[in-house]
C-alpha cells in the first residue's frame, strides 16, 4: 500500500519558522531521510502563519492567532489539502499528516495556548513558552474538512517546537508510525 | 535562546523533484546538503480546482521570502507544468524568481 505523507511546511523549509525558531538550515533531512527508507511519497502542506504574519513573526499563542480571519484563512488553505488527502484515501493510499508539537498552528497533540502571552515579545520562547495539550489551528481546520475520512488519517506530531526537543525520540516515534503503529486521528 | 540557523534561502521545485521516479536522483537531499529550503509544488496531474489554491499558496508563501529579503529560486524544470503554472501565477502577481544558477 502506497504511504502519503503531508509535511508541515517547515520540516521541507525551516526558512518559515517563527523568528528564531529554525533548528536547520533548510530541509529537515533526518525526517526526509526516514519518509525514503519508507518508500513515502511526500506532499507539503502550506504554511498558514508564513503567509499570514510574514518572516519576520514572533513565538505567538493560539489566542493570538484564534480570530475569524486567521481561521478563514486555515479553512482556505485546507480546503485543497483534505481535497488531496481524499483523493490519495479514494486511490486506496494510507495518509498520515505530520504535524508540528507545540506549535500553535500545526500542533497535533500539543499546541500553544495562554490567556496572558502576548504584548511585547520581551521573552525567549524557551523560557517559558505556554505549550498545553491540544491541536493548532490549521490542524483542526484540516481534521475538520476531513470528516467522514479521518479515521482514515493518521495524524503526528513532531515536537521541533517544544524546548525539551528529543530528535531521536520524535523520529522513533514516527519511524513507528511509518511502520505501521497506531495514532489515527479518531 | 537556542540559535536560528536558517539558511535564509529557498528553492521552489516540482512535485516530481520531491517524488522522483525510482532511479533518479534524490534533488531534495541535494539541495538539503547545499542548505537550501524547500517550497513544494502540488502535482501536475492534480486536477485545476485542487492546484490552483496549492499554487495560490506557494505563490503567497515565496512574496513573504521575497518581502523578507530572503533569496528564492527556482529549480529549472522548463518542461513541468506544475513549474509552469507556478511562474505564471507569480507573474500574475507582480513577481519573478530566477532560476538556481
Known sequence: MRTVCYLAHCLLNANAKVDEGARCQGVHSPVLALLRDHGCTIRQMPCPELAFGGTRRFWAVREQYDTPAYRAHCRRLAEPVAAQMRADLAAGARVIVIGIDGSPSMGVELTAASDEWGGRPDKPRDEDYPVTLGAGLFTEALLDLLSGVVLGVRVVGIGQDLFDYDEAAELAKLDAMLGGAAGDAG | ?101
Open chain 2, 1 to 101: 535562546m537556542r540559535g536560528d540557523v536558517r539558511s535564509r534561502r529557498v528553492v521552489v521545485v516540482p512535485d516530481v523533484v520531491v517524488n522522483p521516479p525510482d532511479g533518479a536522483s534524490d534533488r531534495p537531499s541535494d539541495v538539503a546538503l547545499c542548505g537550501w529550503g524547500v517550497v513544494a509544488l502540488p502535482p501536475s496531474d492534480l486536477p485545476a480546482d485542487i492546484a490552483q489554491p496549492l499554487v495560490t499558496a506557494a505563490v503567497d508563501q515565496v512574496i513573504a521570502f521575497l518581502d523578507g529579503g530572503y533569496e528564492v529560486a527556482l529549480l529549472p524544470c522548463a518542461d513541468d507544468p506544475g513549474m509552469h503554472r507556478f511562474v505564471a501565477a507569480l507573474a500574475a502577481s507582480g513577481r519573478t524568481v530566477a532560476d538556481l544558477a
